[in-house]
């Protein structure tokens, strides 16, 4: 069956980075992109951008534009997302999830990205 | 960037109603509309994809209806199950965007 597990919860400071893993199981890992969006406390949902596995391209929202780097490793079925010089405002839940092509099927759990000083 | 308002932002219901959610987009976004219910502490659940197909696995009491710019969630009879937040988003552009959500509570 379709999986995608992410890493664990995460605690950073102000200034920092954090790159959070989607590991894929259940599917042919290059035959779909990945798509990270966030969720802040309380809040809705809020699109970051995609990773093609099978090009390697991508395209990310405006806002993290300079911030946001998305990654894949084709050998372990595995999406990356990272981002960089992490605020407050950072603080959120993350997720990735396929897309085929045109809406999300299935999620990963999240990751919880705590940015305290 | 394509703007989508859902209204109401939250409703009361009671098990059994028949419950209808609006989506609106801020331009035409034909049928590229996707439908998510979302559960307090858990990943979205895809339910509608192209404003009116059925995800695999979600009960026939759930159906999407609408094009252009205007868009329904129809739930025909609410059980307990369905107390959630529901979220429209756009596939047309990019970036995708999410209306804000609407919280469905029991009444």
């Known amino acids: 069956q379709v999986q995608l597990v992410q890493s664990g919860p995460e605690v950073k400071k102000p200034g920092a980075s954090v790159k959070v893993s989607c590991k894929t199981s259940?599917?042919?890992?290059?035959?779909?992109?990945i798509h990270w969006v966030r969720q802040a406390p309380g809040q809705g949902l809020e699109w970051m951008g995609w990773?093609?596995?099978?090009?390697?391209?991508?395209n990310y929202a405006q806002k993290f534009q300079g911030r946001v780097t998305m990654t894949r490793d084709m050998s372990l079925s595995t999406a990356y997302m990272e981002l960089s010089s992490l605020t407050f405002d950072d603080t959120a839940v993350y997720y990735c999830?396929?897309?085929?092509?045109?809406?999300?099927?299935?999620w990963g759990q999240g990751t919880l990205v705590t940015v305290s000083s | 960037d394509i703007q989508m308002t859902q209204s109401p932002s939250s409703l009361s219901a009671s098990v059994g109603d028949r419950v209808t959610i609006s989506c609106r987009a801020s331009?035409?976004?034909?049928?590229?509309l996707n439908w998510y219910q979302q559960k307090p502490g858990k990943a979205p659940k895809l339910l509608i994809y192209?404003?009116?197909s059925l995800q695999s696995g979600v009960p026939s009491t759930f159906s999407g209806s609408g094009s252009g710019t205007e868009f329904t969630l129809t739930i025909s009879s609410l059980q307990l199950e369905d107390f959630a937040t529901y979220y429209c988003?756009?596939?047309?552009?990019?970036?995708?965007?999410f209306g804000q959500g609407t919280k469905v509570e029991v009444k």
């Open positions: 999830a396929r897309a085929p092509p045109r809406h999300f099927d299935y």
């Open positions: 192209g404003a009116s």
């Open positions: 331009q035409s976004i034909s049928t590229y």
């Open positions: 990773i093609n596995p099978n090009s390697d391209g991508t």
């Open positions: 988003q756009q596939s047309y552009s990019i970036p995708r965007t």
């Open positions: 259940g599917y042919t890992f290059s035959g779909y992109y």
